[in-house]
């Protein structure tokens, strides 16, 4: 079979289509003919072992798939050869055949597209964990969303939505105001690109305050990070919610008088971490997406598709910043 592996550390223009031998399927396994994996920003990082994670060479990115399964593992139940699943594996995704664990694997619905099904657990789960576990976002309340256009912002705009929420979608372009628009946000703000200066920095506080209104925003979802962070935390609303769930533009660092001066929280957002420690509540929070994607509430957006050979453009497309939505690769 083929598979995309990161031999050595680097950009995506190191990932090397290799034949290799499909893998032996395991206890307590399904072996799966993977159809789709979707791009997440931490295939960017982890091929150059800038991610949390650090899978021994070689292996596959690809964190999440939807894939039919070929065979069933000794003491697997609920899983027959031929059903369709999605998964989230971390990483060795971008394979045509691959074996994981039964127990991280959701059925996929009955004539669901398996690109869009490859799209769905880790943006939306990871969202719906930040929202209602850790941003206790409720009804009526406003939610700024940064990056609002890229995976987990997107998802981040159709649940906040779904929750009864105001959302307003901060991005860099005005074609990803149009998509966050697309998705449900009730209002758009168009950010620069960092890095800022001092002054840029008060006027971005300013265009954020500006958009989410007097009161402030009661709950931000950031994955975005940088210099992006302070302005925005500015503008959060007397004891409202900061929710870190990621940094493309970089680690930032936060003087604290600003928490005391709105008796807000900053709350970190970590859902492998809650997923492990939780698979019951995960798996709830999962059976919520699924009805949701189901009845038309959310639906992953796709930006393009690439079959396998040309993945790691896909790993490009979000490293560029040009993304709106979610770039899978479809295998044959
Ligand atoms: N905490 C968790 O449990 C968890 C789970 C999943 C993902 N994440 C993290 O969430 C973040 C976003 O992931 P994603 O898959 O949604 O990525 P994505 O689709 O690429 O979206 C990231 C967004 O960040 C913005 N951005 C700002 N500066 C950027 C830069 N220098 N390079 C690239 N993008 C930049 C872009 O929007 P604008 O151009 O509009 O600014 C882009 O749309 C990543 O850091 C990822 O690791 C965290």
Same mark, same amino acid.
């Given at each position: ?13 190191? %990932? ?7 893998? #032996? ?93 490859? #799209?769905?657990?880790? &943006? ?31 998802? #981040? ?48 506080? #300013? ?51 600003? &928490? ?29 997406? %699924? ?42």
């Amino acid at each position: 079979m083929k598979a995309l592996l990161s031999t050595a550390p680097g950009g995506p223009d190191t %990932l090397e289509l290799i034949e290799i031998d499909k893998p #032996a399927l395991g206890k307590g396994e399904l072996a799966v003919r993977v159809l789709a994996c979707s791009i997440n920003y931490p295939d960017v990082l982890i091929i150059e072992d800038k991610y949390q994670m650090r899978p021994p060479r070689p292996f596959a990115p690809g964190a999440e798939i939807a894939g039919e399964v070929t065979e069933v593992g000794e003491g697997v139940e609920g899983w027959s050869p031929g059903d369709r699943l999605i998964a989230v594996t971390g990483f060795g995704g971008l394979v045509e055949h691959m074996t994981l664990e039964a127990a991280r694997a959701f059925h996929l619905p009955e004539g669901a597209d398996p690109v869009a099904g490859s #799209a769905l657990l880790m &943006t939306y789960a990871t969202t719906i964990h930040a929202l209602k576990d850790r941003g206790e976002l409720g009804e009526g309340q406003t939610l700024l969303v940064l990056g609002a256009a890229g995976g987990v912002g997107l998802a #981040a705009v159709e649940i906040g939505k779904a929750m009864g929420a105001r959302v307003v979608a901060a991005v860099s372009s005005e074609d990803k105001a149009e998509a966050a628009r697309a998705a449900g946000a009730d209002a758009t703000m168009i950010y620069g690109r960092a890095p800022f200066d001092k002054e840029q920095s008060k006027a971005l506080s #300013a265009a954020f305050k500006e958009a989410v209104g007097k009161g402030g925003a009661d709950v931000i979802y950031d994955p975005v990070g940088g210099d992006y962070c302070e302005p925005a935390l500015r503008s959060i609303a007397w004891e409202g919610r900061y929710l870190v769930v990621g940094f493309p533009a970089g680690i930032p660092k936060l003087p604290l008088n600003l &928490t005391l001066l709105k008796s807000c929280d900053v709350r970190g957002v970590f859902w492998g971490g809650f997923a492990m420690r939780e698979p019951a509540r995960n798996a709830a929070h999962v059976e919520q997406l %699924l009805d949701w994607w189901q009845a038309g509430t959310i639906t992953p957006r796709i930006d393009c598709t690439f079959p396998l050979e040309r993945g790691g453009e896909a790993i490009t497309r979000l490293a560029e910043r040009r993304a709106v939505g979610k770039v899978v690769v479809t295998m044959g």
